[in-house]
């Protein structure tokens, strides 16, 4: 298994500021992905986390908006860029030891815009 | 990625067993079906992985059919603590590893 970190847990931030959010795992992990849960729906999966290149961004999202980062296989960042009260949801990391192994969730990072 | 249809929500009673059924028309060769379960204010929490037939392991058990085209989730004797959202997921982990497009899940309530 392995047990995730992410901080902050919640945070209220002014509209047109960014905030990053980070996720420590403690093992090497070989993927890392990085969802959004907006209040009472399900996940949409934002992009995976790519080490030492440029993360894969689903459609709809893009890195000016989502940059992210991951510069070894145990950390990862995800920033929120010139927030807006849309952008109000709780933001997940996943990771896997491989890729047909379980994943597993961080507890979240609580974001309202206001 | 397949789609899937599972029903939106399901009650339960405390000791009965649960089944919800997921269905994956679209499912690809190279698929695995993954579900997982997600309490209020957490993180999903991954269930059970299976690619044919039944895989059980101490929390539930998965059956899918030949034909791939539909699963089924089997909780045994469910408790209150079971009452969560239930996702069913597939994709081709060997390719792309654990990143899944989750549909709305279904509701499970478990009364007492």
């Known amino acids: 298994s392995a047990v995730i970190s992410q901080k902050p847990s919640r945070d209220i931030c002014q509209r047109g500021t960014s905030l990053t959010i980070q996720c420590q795992v403690d093992s090497q992990v070989t993927m890392m992905f990085w969802y959004r849960q907006q209040p009472g729906q399900s996940l949409t999966l934002i992009a995976t986390a790519n080490q030492g290149s440029e993360a894969t961004y689903e459609s709809g999202f893009v890195i000016d908006k989502f940059p992210i980062s991951r510069p070894n296989l145990t950390f990862s960042t995800l920033t929120v860029s010139n927030m807006s009260p849309e952008d109000s949801s709780i933001y997940l990391c996943?990771?896997?030891?491989?890729?047909?192994?379980?994943?597993?969730f961080g507890q979240g990072t609580r974001l309202t815009v206001v | 990625l397949a789609k899937t249809t599972q029903p939106i929500s399901m009650d339960s009673y405390e000791g009965q067993e649960v089944n919800i059924t997921c269905s994956h028309n679209?499912?690809?060769?190279?698929?695995?079906i993954t579900w997982y379960q997600q309490f209020p204010s957490q993180g999903p929490r991954f269930i059970i992985q299976g690619y044919k037939t039944k895989v059980t392991n101490e929390v539930a058990s998965l059956f899918i059919p030949a034909d791939r085209k539909s699963s089924t989730l089997s909780l045994p004797r469910v408790s209150l603590s079971d009452t969560a959202v239930y996702y069913c997921?597939?994709?081709?982990?060997?390719?792309?590893?654990?990143?899944?497009?989750f549909g709305p899940g279904t509701r499970l309530s478990v009364l007492p």
């Open positions: 996943s990771v896997g030891v491989s890729r047909d192994t379980e994943a597993f």
């Open positions: 679209n499912i690809a060769t190279n698929d695995y």
């Open positions: 997921l597939v994709g081709d982990i060997k390719a792309y590893g654990q990143n899944f497009v």
